[in-house]
């Protein structure tokens, strides 16, 4: 069983930053996908950014040249710099890890973006 425990949410002016945590305890395969999603209001929950154990990252067109995903794979954790934030990227951002049919979501973290 895996848990994910996130941190490092909170408000933040457009044009700031705020860098995500997320550390994954448990029975965690050496070969994983972690990533970052975020959901607004209203929306569905899409996907920010991922990072496989190999280190390849894809990101969403709306966030690329924004945030930058990385991991610590001895710490299990995995974390989501957030620059130029702007107010569209206010949402809860949820921590997920993917290893075949094991999918993991953590509790959620708010990020706001004030204007």
């Known amino acids: 069983q895996v848990q994910l425990v996130e941190s490092g949410g909170g408000l933040v002016q457009a044009g700031g930053s705020l860098r995500l945590s997320c550390a994954a305890s448990?029975?965690?395969?050496?070969?994983?996908?972690m990533g970052w999603y975020r959901q607004a209001p209203g929306k569905q929950r899409d996907v920010v950014a991922s990072i496989t154990t190999g280190g390849s990252t894809n990101y969403a067109d709306s966030v690329k040249g924004r945030f930058t995903i990385s991991r610590d794979k001895a710490k299990n954790t995995v974390y989501l710099q957030m620059s130029s934030l702007k107010p569209e990227d206010t949402a809860v951002y949820y921590c997920?890890?993917?290893?075949?049919?094991?999918?993991?979501w953590g509790q959620g973290t708010q990020v706001t973006v004030s204007s």
């Open positions: 997920n890890y993917k290893m075949a049919s094991i999918n993991v």
């Open positions: 448990g029975r965690i395969f050496s070969i994983n996908t």
